[in-house]
């Protein structure tokens, strides 16, 4: 955990977040969590109609805490960010999602799940999600980030599928771009 942690915050260049560093710290996820052939056989499965209408859902559930803020003055908006520099960083972004997911909800949470029951995995997961960002958010979003991982946990847990909780993940941070 400690690692990732790290990773991260070198590939975040000390506070400077760009396209490729964000790639990078995709692969330091990806590469080691491919490598696993239990992990790439879950990946294989198609996932369920239902299971990415749920993931959608949770992904603008998540967005409501950032909109309530906001439209009750408890958050003063942020500058508008360019379409263009938008445009650019989505894949990115969704390449992160996609990273820490299949790290993640992929692999760790049913390890753990299959060694200690799904609400210890859950938590645990959780965890590890909301230190991997921790470098690049800090202490002030470690509780909010516990709670999205907890969601995102439990989805996954509870639609058995990676792409439910990848699309949740994926909704709630390009669609805060869009938050005012």
């Known amino acids: 955990m400690l690692g990732l942690s790290l990773a991260r915050a070198m590939a975040l260049g000390a506070g400077a977040?760009?396209?490729?560093?964000?790639?990078?710290?995709?692969?330091?996820?990806?590469?080691?969590?491919?490598?696993?052939?239990?992990?790439?056989?879950?990946?294989?499965?198609?996932?369920?109609?239902?299971?990415?209408?749920?993931?959608?859902?949770?992904?603008?559930?998540?967005?409501?805490?950032?909109?309530?803020?906001?439209?009750?003055?408890?958050?003063?908006?942020?500058?508008?960010?360019?379409?263009?520099?938008?445009?650019?960083?989505?894949?990115?972004?969704?390449?992160?999602?996609?990273?820490?997911?299949?790290?993640?909800r992929a692999g760790i949470q049913p390890w753990l799940t299959s060694a200690l029951g799904p609400?210890?995995?859950?938590?645990?997961t959780a965890a590890v999600f909301a230190a991997l960002h921790y470098p690049l958010y800090g202490a002030g979003a470690l509780p909010l980030d516990l709670g999205v991982g907890l969601l995102i946990g439990a989805l996954r847990q509870?639609?058995?599928?990676?792409?439910?909780?990848?699309?949740?993940h994926a909704v709630a941070d390009l669609g805060a771009w869009w938050l005012p």
């Open 119 to 124: 609400a210890p995995a859950i938590v645990i």
């Open 17 to 104: 977040p760009s396209i490729p560093t964000g790639v990078a710290f995709a692969a330091v996820l990806l590469v080691p969590a491919l490598l696993a052939p239990r992990l790439r056989a879950r990946l294989r499965r198609p996932p369920r109609p239902a299971a990415l209408v749920l993931g959608g859902a949770m992904g603008a559930v998540l967005l409501v805490p950032g909109a309530w803020l906001l439209a009750t003055g408890h958050h003063p908006p942020s500058a508008a960010i360019p379409p263009l520099l938008l445009a650019a960083w989505a894949p990115a972004v969704l390449l992160v999602a996609a990273a820490e997911e299949i790290a993640l």
């Open 158 to 168: 509870f639609t058995g599928s990676v792409a439910a909780s990848w699309l949740a």
